[in-house]
């Protein structure tokens, strides 16, 4: 009993009772995030290619990427906020974003559609099998593999290295350029690579 | 001979936020044995190592648990790295271990307002957890996540982190050092926490080592092991030495992972001291195959975490033990002969993280 101190609290009762709350009314007063905080993934659609590597590189599988229809599909109750999709997007058209998304009773997917493709929900029968063909410039970026013209190519290796999929291999002594189809997501990041302009997405 | 009687404790109990079930066998007052069952929050992630790159298992194996996450990033990150002879460079060795140190502290300060919360010692319990909170907002500045961080890739980590950071996170060790003093002595000083504390739960050393114990359970009883000193992350050219008490009762425990929280903050200071600058990590190429089995030292105790590759790039195997695994049976041995009043107070001394166990 001789270790029962009188009234140990009181410093500490009488410093919260004069210093400001530990706590922020939150509702009423916005919270502050940091700036790096992993809050929810916001999407360029403009720069989007469609590739797909964020939906595979998604540990919950909450993405989906649709190339016909040109659209990026997020399940916002799925999400983990883990960011691998952000360091898969090859165009970085990925962002963590801070700040989070508003709660809701049921879980709905957000879906972004691409300039040049159909709104969701509609599906008119006149764009879609001239789908990206009229779009000149998404052509030229996406949607299509990677063909090398032989007598240009001087077999740097350059593609191969910047394939976010390891889908090209090149032997410089052979002078052999193969790609693996199945791998390749046509991304066309090998195109922008090219030094001597060789490669062409069709 | 008194007339024995089974009592059902859990798996929802107000004063364990843990999904354990324990039929409690009764001798009036006095438990004279337990029988545990878990297996209420099984959701098999060790499953998922076969259908996941094992680059994007990182994010799953961190998700194992919300106290403990950083570690089991960590932990199955340094296992991949010597299966495929990586070698991180040295500030990313730093970094995961300002990090590793900051997950002690705040699990440290988590479980001591658990255990405050279980005395009923309200405002102690909130106290402790204020402090916590401000470890947590440093980690949300230099990781973007509060428990989750996601910062861990075979190969190093993903975010650098910059001198403004770095002085945010001492200034916060400092502010912590300063305002867990009065709440250290509330733990250890007051004659209501000690009356609960004191004697209560003894565990030998020899007992200890026999049954398994981990952690601070096992430092707590006076062994001294402590699977830093095994040499992982940059430990190795760090200096500190294991906080070991000798009396192994409940008090001790408690001791002990207060002395550890200003181990930490010591640790901390020094890895930051010596953050040496540089790349944050090397690039992994190719597919590990091999099998190795590495161990971590966890807030709550040694964790083993094994893999076994087959040179594609999914993995055959991945076996987590947590420390609560090891920590079970030297609990059951606790609890013979305690009143039953005492039960949640020692299950909570292990530090137990069910939902970590079942994986």
Redesign the interface.
């Known amino acids: 009993m001789a270790n029962i101190r009188f009234l140990p609290f009181a410093h500490t009762a009488l410093k919260n009772l004069f210093s400001r709350p530990a706590t922020t009314k939150y509702p009423f007063e916005p919270a502050v995030y940091p700036e790096r905080m992993r809050g929810h993934i916001e999407i360029a659609i403009a720069d989007c290619i469609s590739c797909g590597l964020c939906a595979r590189a998604c540990p919950p599988g909450a993405l989906k990427t649709d190339r016909a229809a040109g659209t990026w599909t997020i399940d916002r109750f799925d999400c983990v906020q883990c960011g691998s999709c952000v360091i898969a997007c090859p165009k970085k058209c990925l962002r963590m974003a801070p700040g989070y998304c508003a709660p809701g009773p049921d879980k709905r997917s957000e879906t972004f559609t691409r300039p040049g493709f159909p709104p969701p929900g509609e599906k008119p029968a006149a764009p879609q099998p001239a789908g990206p063909a009229p779009e000149e410039p998404v052509v030229a970026q996406a949607g299509g593999k990677p063909v090398n013209d032989t007598s240009t190519c001087v077999f740097c290796t350059l593609c191969a290295k910047k394939c976010p999929q390891g889908a090209i291999t090149v032997d410089r002594a052979a002078k052999t350029w193969k790609l693996d189809a199945d791998s390749c997501v046509g991304c066309g990041i090998c195109v922008s690579a090219c030094p001597k302009k060789s490669l062409k997405l069709r | 001979m008194a007339k024995q009687s089974i009592v059902p404790f859990g798996p929802q109990h107000p004063v364990l936020p843990e999904p354990v079930h324990l039929d409690l066998v009764l001798e009036d007052e006095v438990v004279v044995g337990a029988v545990p069952s878990i297996g209420f929050v099984h959701r098999g992630l060790e499953k998922l190592v076969e259908t996941?790159?094992f680059k994007?298992?990182v994010?799953?194996a961190e998700?194992v648990c919300g106290i403990c996450s950083f570690g089991h990033g960590m932990g199955y990150c340094e296992a991949i790295e010597r299966v495929m002879n990586v070698e991180i460079p040295p500030r990313a060795k730093y970094l995961r271990t300002i990090w590793m140190e900051m997950s002690r502290v705040h699990s440290h300060l988590l479980w001591l307002g658990l255990l405050a919360d279980a005395l009923g010692f309200e405002?102690l319990f909130m106290?402790s957890w204020?402090l916590r909170?401000k470890i947590l907002d440093v980690f949300?500045?230099?990781?973007?996540?509060r428990v989750?961080f996601?910062v861990n890739t075979p190969g190093g980590v993903?975010?650098d982190v910059d001198g403004d950071m770095l002085r945010q996170l001492l200034r916060t060790v400092d502010e912590l050092q300063k305002e867990l003093r009065?709440v250290a002595?509330?733990f250890l000083?007051?004659?209501t926490v000690?009356s609960r504390l004191h004697g209560l739960g003894v565990l030998g050393p020899e007992q200890a080592v026999e049954l398994g114990a981990v952690g601070p359970m096992l430092r707590a009883s006076g062994v001294r092991y402590d699977a830093r000193q095994l040499g992982y992350a940059a430990y190795p050219e760090l200096d500190f030495e294991p906080v070991v008490l000798t009396e192994g009762d409940s008090y001790a425990r408690c001791e002990l992972r207060l002395r550890e929280l200003t181990q930490s903050f010591d640790l901390i200071r020094q890895a930051v001291g010596k953050l040496p600058e540089g790349p944050i990590a090397v690039p992994v190429k190719g597919n590990p195959d091999g099998e190795y089995f590495m161990r971590i030292e966890q807030p709550r105790g040694e964790a083993v975490y094994y893999v076994r590759a087959n040179g594609t790039k999914f993995l055959d195997r991945f076996r987590l033990r947590t420390p609560t695994t090891s920590n079970i049976p030297p609990m059951l041995e606790l609890l013979h002969g305690c009143q039953l009043a005492d039960v949640a107070l020692l299950i909570l001394t292990i530090d137990p993280c069910i939902s970590c166990t079942e994986r």
């Open positions: 996941k790159d994007n298992y994010y799953i998700r405002s106290q204020r909170e949300d500045l230099m990781t973007g996540g989750i996601s993903l975010k009065p002595d509330s000083r007051e004659y000690g």
